[in-house]
């Protein structure tokens, strides 16, 4: 049987907008786990961080929700985060 998974990856923000949150969510899921950045997190322009899914599931499919500065919101359906090392938001 599959085992729950941690998994920690590279966010690297090549946007011109600072990113104020980062969701995640199995792919099979309908609803948006919690905040990645937590409560005071920012990630500016222009820089990366470090994120940690470590929801217990054993799913490798996640989709990507990202809200920046100016409200804009981008989300990435299907990211395999089993093979995922680094994940770049552009422009």
Do not use: R
């Not at 948006?32 to 470590?54: C, P």
């Not at 990507?64 to 093979?83: H, S, Y």
């Amino acid at each position: 049987p599959a085992m729950a998974q941690t998994v920690e990856f590279t966010v690297i923000n090549n946007s011109s907008y600072d990113l104020h949150y980062f969701y995640t969510s199995p792919s099979t899921d309908d609803s948006w786990g919690e905040d990645l950045l937590g409560a005071d997190g920012i990630l500016e322009a222009g820089y990366n961080a470090s994120a940690t899914i470590g929801d217990g599931s054993d799913e490798c499919l996640y989709d990507f929700k990202f809200v920046m500065e100016n409200g804009a919101e981008l989300i990435e359906p299907e990211i395999d985060i089993c093979t995922l090392s680094s994940y770049t938001i552009n422009d």
